[in-house]
């Protein structure tokens, strides 16, 4: 699959970038789930969860904007496949722990590339738009954590993170 022995498959062996051919591998399930918070003051998830905010639903505009994202991934990351089909839910919740709000996104698509790039790309416009949402209100809102928790299917199988 790569040209390479450092498992870089971006990279043919000049170093140049490349796009991984894909068409000899299995089309199977695959899902992928990511995650990620934005830290804010108590008082700015407050009016978040309250509706006070000028730009109208904080949270539920963002699960819109994250699944429109993962849906363009493609057109975002280049040498990302376009994965028509692909299926990307969204979901942000409140946490006064953080203060702030967690974000997750689950990727579902059968095909013959994983869509974990489609997951993370969810979560992470999910979250600026929170910010962008509320920074009139609290413009020291802090992105973390974005992560990959797990992803199913394709040769190599499954992964949870530790």
């Given at each position: 699959?790569?040209?390479?022995?450092?498992?870089?498959?971006?990279?043919?062996?000049?170093?140049?970038?490349?796009?991984?051919?894909?068409?000899?591998?299995?089309?199977?399930?695959?899902?992928?789930?990511?995650?990620?918070?934005?830290?804010m003051a108590a008082e700015t998830l407050r009016r978040i969860v309250a509706g006070d905010t000028a730009k109208g639903d904080v949270m539920r505009v963002a699960e819109l904007a994250g699944v429109m994202a993962g849906k363009k991934t493609a057109d975002l990351i280049p040498l990302c496949h376009a994965l028509p089909g692909a299926?990307?839910?969204?979901?942000?919740?409140?946490?006064?722990?953080?203060?702030?709000?967690?974000?997750?996104?689950?990727?579902?698509?059968?095909?013959?590339?994983?869509?974990?790039?489609?997951?993370?790309?969810?979560?992470?416009?999910?979250?600026?738009?929170?910010?962008?949402?509320?920074?009139?209100?609290?413009?020291?809102?802090?992105?973390?954590?974005?992560?990959?928790?797990?992803?199913?299917?394709?040769?190599?199988?499954?992964?949870?993170?530790?």
């Amino acid at each position: 699959m790569s040209d390479r022995d450092d498992g870089l498959t971006h990279l043919d062996a000049e170093g140049r970038a490349r796009m991984v051919d894909v068409s000899a591998k299995d089309v199977t399930q695959r899902r992928a789930v990511a995650e990620g918070h934005i830290v804010m003051a108590a008082e700015t998830l407050r009016r978040i969860v309250a509706g006070d905010t000028a730009k109208g639903d904080v949270m539920r505009v963002a699960e819109l904007a994250g699944v429109m994202a993962g849906k363009k991934t493609a057109d975002l990351i280049p040498l990302c496949h376009a994965l028509p089909g692909a299926s990307v839910r969204v979901t942000l919740e409140p946490d006064a722990a953080l203060p702030g709000i967690r974000a997750s996104a689950e990727a579902l698509v059968t095909d013959r590339t994983g869509v974990e790039m489609e997951a993370l790309t969810a979560v992470s416009i999910a979250l600026l738009t929170v910010y962008d949402m509320a920074k009139a209100v609290d413009r020291g809102m802090r992105i973390e954590a974005v992560r990959l928790v797990a992803k199913e299917g394709g040769r190599s199988g499954s992964w949870t993170a530790p």
